[in-house]
């Protein structure tokens, strides 16, 4: 038996959001993309060897067994490791990527540091790291008096290669004022200690939300995340976003099927906890799917509800689509919306929970506003049980050239291995 849903990514789009980035930032800047979490549950494997086909400079995860499951997929890029990490053991699968550069870690502070010396000396190998610092998160990294310590410590250590200096922003998407302090800390810092960063260091600053703030954000290297998937300056709530704005097509599709049809009479109530009662002889649908495959709760409708979060059903053909609301409580496998506007609908029509059409009701986005929430969060709590199936990307005119010319000079194995 079938899951009863299904998620869609579509490569191509990503394809394009990769590219459509290339033209966005600084000329000059490189293209890291976050895919920590299994690629925000749509596959980290799949989605990276995309990722890199389209030409991101480099990838980041939170914790090592993620980076090496890129590693061992033969992902050619760097992978930075964002969580701290304080122990190797040469038996661990992440001692052959680190030991090669495939890998590179964070450092959050003089401790810490300390460590990863003590890790390069025992394994006689360098390290390439990243120097976090703090500008307002409160979250990993260290403040600017611990930061220049770490500096001196990376620079007087033979086996330690500075290859980053980053932030993180903490209201990029709402808080203009405070990510420019950030970024001005930030600045300050690089130029203060200027004489301990290797000219080839990468700074990035610039999540999903700065990046399309513009190019004053850029640095040398962008970190996004979401914005790959096609998803970004919808984020941004306290502007308007001028540069891009349109550009990202969204690579996310969740359908599902209506399993049973069913009349209520007036007066009858719908769903647990009996919160929503029928005002007329209204014709339900039971879609198969619940808050464990990742549906948000908070997307339900009761008596007295002033938004009623809608679902795409397909009337007729293929472009036939109208849009029912979900009445009564979200349950643990099973939506039921209100179809009685709808007298053609029968079982087995088609569902749509999450699309790409930005001005629908049930685009990703919205419904995560809906839900009181933010898109990478529906993304990643999307079940792994549900299957995904990925529509490839089409080859530009660039890949083509490229591949001609590679298959000329004898490398396109190399190509093809990686997407």
Known sequence: MDHGS???????????????????????????????????????????????ASGVDMLAVFEPAEAVELFDAGIGRPV????????????????????????????????HVEQLAHIAEQYAAPISVHLELDTGMRRGGCAALEAAQVLRHIANHRLLRLAGVFTHFACARDNAA??????????????????????????????????????????????????????GPELITDSEVDVGADVLRPAVRWTSRIV???????????????????QRRTRLGLVPVGYADGFPMG????????????????????????????????????????????????????????????????YLPAMAMAAGVIPHALLAGLSPLIPRRYLPARPTIDTLSLRAAQRAAGTLGAVIGST
């Open 80 to 111: 930075l490791v964002l969580m701290p990490v304080w122990e190797i053991a040469r038996t661990h699968d992440v001692y052959r990527a680190l030991i090669r550069g495939s890998v590179h870690l964070t450092v959050h502070g003089r401790l």
């Open 299 to 362: 997307l339900r409708a009761v008596d007295g509800a002033s938004t009623t979060a809608r679902l795409a059903v397909q009337c007729g053909d293929a472009s036939d689509w109208a849009y029912a609301p979900i009445v009564g409580t979200l349950s643990m496998d099973q939506i039921t919306i209100d179809i009685t506007d709808m007298p053609g609908v029968e079982e087995a029509a088609a569902v749509e929970l999450f699309g790409i059409d930005k001005n629908a009701p049930h």
């Open 260 to 278: 049973l049809t069913k009349h209520v009479e007036p007066g009858e109530t719908v769903g647990y906890g009996a919160g929503w009662t029928a």
């Open 178 to 231: 405070m990510t420019e302090a950030q970024r001005s800390q930030f600045e300050s810092f690089i130029r203060e200690h200027k004489e301990l960063i290797p000219d080839d260091a990468l700074l990035h600053i610039a999540n999903t939300a700065a990046t399309f703030r513009g190019q004053s954000f850029h640095q040398s290297m962008v970190r996004v995340g979401v914005a790959w998937a096609g998803y």
């Open 6 to 52: 299904e998620i869609t990514i579509d490569l191509g789009a990503i394809d394009h959001n990769v590219r459509s980035l290339r033209h966005i930032v600084s000329p000059g800047s490189k293209v890291c993309t976050v895919v920590k979490a299994n690629a925000y549950g749509l596959g980290a494997v799949r989605i990276a060897r995309q990722l890199v």
